[in-house]
Structures are given as structure tokens and as C-alpha cells.
């Protein structure tokens, strides 16, 4: 089973200051999801990646897979309060996918 | 379609108790999958089916318990003789034929509390 790290494990900053998170791995990702996940719910597919080097933006977020497909950032711009949440990410293989541990941010207004 | 619907949302159950959960799936959606996540983890997977067939379940997954898709529509899982270290948020997931890379639909998930 592919071991997914993601840092940092929480994060707490203002409204409207930008982040970056990670995800990573020591072998190569097929592809690789973030999903966002609010209390009480379950998670939310945000993006998938697939190409080494790929670059997708969804309005304030910006995802990139790392040219050797063993890494993944996200990065938020200007973030809001309802950014707040925990990230994941998960890579599939094998018909199913495996998640890392999250990150949880807190965005305060 | 409404997407996966999970039932009951919340269940407390005393030790010991049996629980059956239910997952109704998208239904073009020929794959289900079942997670488990625990407070500050990332959900962990216990097992999935493709139609009818149950195709792979985690050795975490213990012989209490157990997991069906009859008709290949909905599915259900059920915990018997629960234990305290059951807690946690049981989450499906669907996947169309298309494959993994496109990416789970999960459901609001079912939160159990085993006192």
C-alpha cells in the first residue's frame, strides 16, 4: 500500500492570507486527488492530477503534481472561512483509493 | 439523482448491540466502496463490490463484520457485537466503470458512537 504524508497536519491562519499544502509520497503516483471534507460530512472531490508537472486551478485553488509524480501541492489564495475543512489526498490503485491522514485548516474571519 | 445516500446518520448502540448500515448508491454507478475513518485520520478502507460481487476486503476488516450489495444497487454493512473501538464514521463511496482516477462520490457518511 502507497504511504501518502501530507504537511502540515493543521494549520490555522486569517482570512485572506494565502497557503500552500503537500502531499507526498516515495513512489510514483498513477494520479493523484484532493478531496475537502467539512465536519460531519463526507469528503468532496476537489481535482484529480494526473500528468508529471500538471497545473489545475479551481478559482482561489491552485493544485500541481510534481514533475516525478511523487508529490502534490495545493495552494489557496486569498483563502475564506469557508475554506475551512480537512484536505486529503488519495492515490488509486488497485481498483480503490488510499487516503493520507489529512490536513485540517482553520481559516479565522 | 441525489447522489450516495447513507442511513441512519448518527447511531449510538451499546456494546455488544448488532448495527446494519445502508448505502444506496449512484445508480448508474457499478462500484461501491466502504471506509472507515477515525477523529484526525483519513478514511481507511474496509471493502468494496462491483455489482453484486464483493471483490476485496481489508484485513482490518474482522469477522464481525460483514458486508452485502444483493441486487447489486444498494449495500449494506453490518457490525456485530460491537465494541467501543467500532466508533467512528463509516463513509460509502461510489465509482463509475470509468476507474478510479475519476474519482469517488461519497456519501454523507453514518457516525457511530458505541457506548
Known amino acids: 500500500t502507497q504511504l501518502l504524508e501530507q504537511s502540515p497536519q493543521f494549520l490555522s491562519i486569517q482570512e485572506g492570507e494565502n497557503l500552500t499544502v503537500y502531499c507526498n509520497s516515495s513512489?510514483?503516483?498513477?494520479?493523484l486527488q484532493w478531496y475537502r471534507q467539512e465536519p460531519g460530512e463526507g469528503p468532496v472531490l476537489l481535482v484529480t492530477?494526473?500528468?508529471?508537472?500538471e497545473v489545475k486551478k479551481l478559482k482561489r485553488l491552485t493544485f500541481q503534481f510534481g514533475d516525478a509524480r511523487k508529490d502534490s501541492s495545493l495552494h489557496i489564495t486569498a483563502a475564506q472561512t469557508g475554506d475551512t475543512g480537512l484536505y486529503l489526498c488519495?492515490?488509486?490503485?488497485?481498483?480503490?483509493?488510499?487516503f493520507g491522514k489529512g490536513i485540517t485548516l482553520s481559516v479565522r474571519p | 439523482d441525489t447522489g450516495v445516500s447513507q442511513n441512519p446518520r448518527h447511531k449510538i448502540t451499546k456494546r455488544g448491540q448488532n448495527v446494519t448500515f445502508r448505502c444506496d448508491p449512484i445508480?448508474?454507478?457499478?462500484?461501491l466502496y466502504w471506509y472507515r475513518q477515525t477523529l484526525g485520520q483519513g478514511p481507511e478502507f474496509l471493502t468494496y463490490?462491483?455489482?453484486?460481487?464483493?471483490?476485496?476486503k481489508s484485513r482490518l476488516l474482522s469477522d464481525r463484520f460483514s458486508a452485502e450489495r444483493p441486487k447489486g444497487s444498494f449495500s449494506t454493512l453490518e457490525i456485530q457485537r460491537t465494541e467501543q473501538g467500532d466508533s467512528a464514521m463509516y463513509l460509502c463511496?461510489?465509482?463509475?466503470?470509468?476507474?478510479?482516477?475519476?474519482?469517488?462520490?461519497f456519501g454523507s457518511g453514518t457516525r457511530l458512537t458505541v457506548v
Open positions: 445508480s448508474e454507478h457499478n462500484r
Open positions: 463490490f462491483q455489482n453484486e460481487a464483493q471483490l476485496e
Open positions: 463511496a461510489s465509482l463509475s466503470w470509468a476507474g478510479v482516477e475519476y474519482g469517488y462520490t
Open positions: 488519495g492515490t488509486g490503485a488497485n481498483s480503490k483509493l488510499t
Open positions: 513512489s510514483v503516483f498513477s494520479s
Open positions: 492530477v494526473v500528468t508529471g508537472g
